[in-house]
């Protein structure tokens, strides 16, 4: 497995307003997307680590985790905060939430609840809020709900190559 780590990328914040519709929607697709994925596969693949990274339900465990931080986010640019809230690194909540134990169904649905409560907040920013810009701790750049929106939306991608880099591997083997 050879895709780019997450903590190496590099971002570059230009969208305009007008595509900040096309990102929501995009956003909301995510647990559709997931789930065509891996609806048919079995449990043994679901749940098994590759090269010790997470497996294809801890992947999207870990995207269910990160909503509460994109949430938290979101309340951040409504109260205008210099900087937004960081990220644990270490994703320590994602490791301890055994999402392995989880049934599939389970986690794709609370994918897609969690994540229509995230567009659905977001598509109510204000166009004061929408305007406005804090600063991302880790990446040390400024970013607007839109860019907010196209970051979650890249992480997103990177979770999904992820799921077809361990599907690939499974269907090789």
Request: glycine content about 6%; aromatic content about 6%.
């Given at each position: 497995?050879?895709?780019q780590k997450w903590f190496d990328k590099?971002?570059?914040f230009d969208l305009l307003q007008n595509h900040y519709g096309s990102v929501l929607k995009k956003l909301r697709e995510t647990p559709d997307k997931i789930a065509l994925l891996v609806s048919s596969l079995p449990q043994e693949v679901l749940t098994k680590r590759v090269e010790y990274r997470w497996s294809i339900q801890e992947n999207i465990?870990?995207?269910?985790?990160?909503e509460e931080l994109h949430d938290g986010r979101i309340d951040d640019f409504i109260a205008g905060k210099e900087i937004l809230r960081p990220a644990d690194l270490n994703n320590r909540k994602t490791d301890e939430?055994?999402?392995n134990s989880k049934n599939i169904t389970e986690l794709i649905s609370q994918l897609k609840t969690v994540r229509e409560n995230f567009v659905k907040r977001m598509k109510h920013l204000d166009i004061q809020i929408l305007s406005s810009s804090s600063k991302h701790p880790r990446l040390n750049q400024s970013m607007r709900p839109i860019d907010m929106a196209q970051f979650v939306l890249e992480h997103d991608e990177h979770h999904i190559e992820s799921i077809k880099e361990i599907i690939q591997k499974h269907s090789s083997s």
């Open positions: 497995m050879n895709s590099k971002f570059q465990g870990h995207l269910i985790d990160l939430a055994n999402h």
